[in-house]
């Protein structure tokens, strides 16, 4: 997976599981980003949640799963 500066935040419906994933702003390659906005397919984020954003990641806090990973890959560099 590439995590070099090609990531940015998106957030998760709140139709899913009702999950506290649901409340977070998630860490998504850019390329996922722009081919969703186009075709409307689902993104993956870098702590394993898949959704089609639909709403904007500024509302909502970083989810801590996505954090830490993006943490410690970019540390790792």
């Not at 899913?16 to 993104?43: C, L, M, P, Q, W």
């Not at 984020?45 to 890959?73: H, N």
Request: hydrophobic share 25%.
């Amino acid at each position: 997976m590439n995590t070099s500066t090609e990531s940015d935040t998106l957030t998760r419906p709140d139709t899913t599981d009702g999950g506290d994933h649901d409340k977070f702003a998630h860490y998504v390659r850019k390329n996922e980003i722009t081919e969703s906005a186009v075709t409307g397919t689902a993104v993956t984020a870098i702590c394993g949640k898949k959704w089609i954003p639909t709403r904007l990641p500024d509302e909502f806090p970083v989810c801590p799963d996505c954090k830490r990973i993006y943490d410690q890959l970019k540390s790792s560099k």
